[in-house]
């Protein structure tokens, strides 16, 4: 079992940074890629970036390419998504998930993924 909490979400003008932050607890955090995720009210939710369990590869939709940067720390358990630009778009729940490098086959997919957080608002102001 990994528990994950996600913080950083808050009001930003659009143009402005933000950047959250994943801190989980319980089960071999390396063993896991991690992902980000967002979910805008009436709308699906949709793959934002990706890290693999070493943190030696990510990926990113295009929608935020260029834009956000995911990284994660194994020995402090801890990911991070660095959000810049941000456009009024981009507002939505962003969710923190965990996925088993043993089991994932599709990291863009939520249903890829085995845990997930409880999610931390961000909002873009025009």
């Known amino acids: 079992q990994v528990q994950l909490v996600e913080s950083g979400g808050g009001l930003v003008q659009a143009g402005g940074s933000l950047r959250l932050s994943c801190a989980a607890s319980?089960?071999?955090?390396?063993?896991?890629?991690m992902g980000w995720f967002r979910q805008a009210p009436g709308k699906e939710r949709e793959f934002v970036a990706a890290?693999?369990?070493?943190?030696?590869?990510?990926y990113y939709a295009d929608s935020v390419k260029g834009r956000f940067t995911i990284s994660r720390e194994n020995t402090k358990n801890t990911v991070s998504l660095q959000m810049n630009s941000l456009k009024p778009e981009d507002p939505a729940v962003y969710y923190c998930?965990?996925?088993?490098?043993?089991?994932?086959?599709?990291?863009?997919?939520?249903?890829?993924?085995?845990?997930w957080g409880q999610g931390t608002q961000v909002t873009v102001s025009s």
């Open positions: 890290i693999n369990w070493s943190g030696g590869n990510t």
């Open positions: 319980g089960r071999t955090y390396s063993s896991y890629n």
């Open positions: 998930a965990a996925g088993d490098v043993y089991t994932m086959r599709v990291r863009t997919i939520p249903a890829q993924y085995d845990y």
